[in-house]
Antibody, heavy 119, light 111 residues
Framework: EVQLMESGGRLVKPGGSLRVSCAAS????????MSWVRQAPGKGLEWVGR??????????DFAAPVKGRFSISRDDSKNTLYLEMNSLKIEDTAVYYC??????????WGQGTLVTVSS | DVVMTQSPLSLPVTLGQPASISCRSS???????????LTWYQQRPGQSPRRLIY???NRDSGVPDRFSGSGSGTDFTLKISRVEAEDVGVYYC????????FGQGTKLEIK
């Protein structure tokens, strides 16, 4: 059974930093491009960023609102995906979902982890 | 940036009746490899999103065959042939051709 389990979300002050993680199981993690998608309270879905597989260069790409502040990494030995968030803003408050990319869309989703940015 | 526009944003439907959601993109979604990366998701209340359809018309495993996707270029549609109570939720289209962009979401409710 495929599982994506996010963790690490919490309350952070504006300007602060936070790293959230996603533990994957049930599929060959190292072969898959992984993304983070967020959803602000009561709002729609927003793509945050993506990391390719090591075979494809392990390069990262980000949406404009988070570019330069967020980074994504992966540890294929631990089947774990990371999202490092710096210079957090109030508008970054959201549930952050870890997703696995297949055929240009996200076939697997975690349950999400809530990041709240507030003073 | 590619803008995805869904309509309607609210969709009241009687049980057993069909439903249709439109999704239009501001640019063609045909990628250089010839594929069209248009995906549909369902998000039930309190749950994570679930992929229903990928590459315009391919149903994911376990998705009932009452769900179907169609379209090409910039104009796409998700159809539910006969709405059931478990279909209540928000439906999103997403393009994966020019990075990734979601539509605003369409809230389906039972009339």
């Amino acid at each position: 059974e495929v599982q994506l389990m996010e963790s690490g979300g919490r309350l952070v002050k504006p300007g602060g930093s936070l790293r959230v993680s996603c533990a994957a199981s049930g599929f060959i993690f190292s072969n898959v491009w992984m993304s983070w998608v967020r959803q602000a309270p009561g709002k729609g879905l927003e793509w945050v960023g993506r990391i390719k597989s090591k075979t494809d260069g392990e390069t990262t790409d980000f949406a404009a609102p988070v570019k330069g502040r967020f980074s994504i990494s992966r540890d294929d030995s631990k089947n774990t995906l990371y999202l490092e968030m710096n210079s957090l803003k109030i508008e970054d408050t959201a549930v952050y979902y870890c997703t696995a990319d297949s055929d240009g869309g996200y076939v697997y989703w975690g349950q999400g982890t809530l990041v709240t940015v507030s003073s | 940036d590619v803008v995805m526009t869904q309509s309607p944003l609210s969709l009241p439907v009687t049980l057993g009746q069909p439903a249709s959601i439109s999704c239009r993109s501001s640019q063609s979604l045909v990628y250089i490899d010839g594929n069209t990366y248009l995906t549909w998701y369902q998000q039930r209340p309190g749950q994570s999103p679930r992929r229903l359809i990928y590459k315009v018309s391919n149903r994911d495993s376990g998705v009932p065959d009452r769900f179907s996707g169609s379209g090409s270029g910039t104009d796409f549609t998700l159809k539910i042939s006969r709405v059931e109570a478990e279909d209540v939720g928000v439906y999103y289209c997403m393009q994966g051709t020019h990075w990734y962009t979601f539509g605003q979401g369409t809230k389906l409710e039972i009339k």
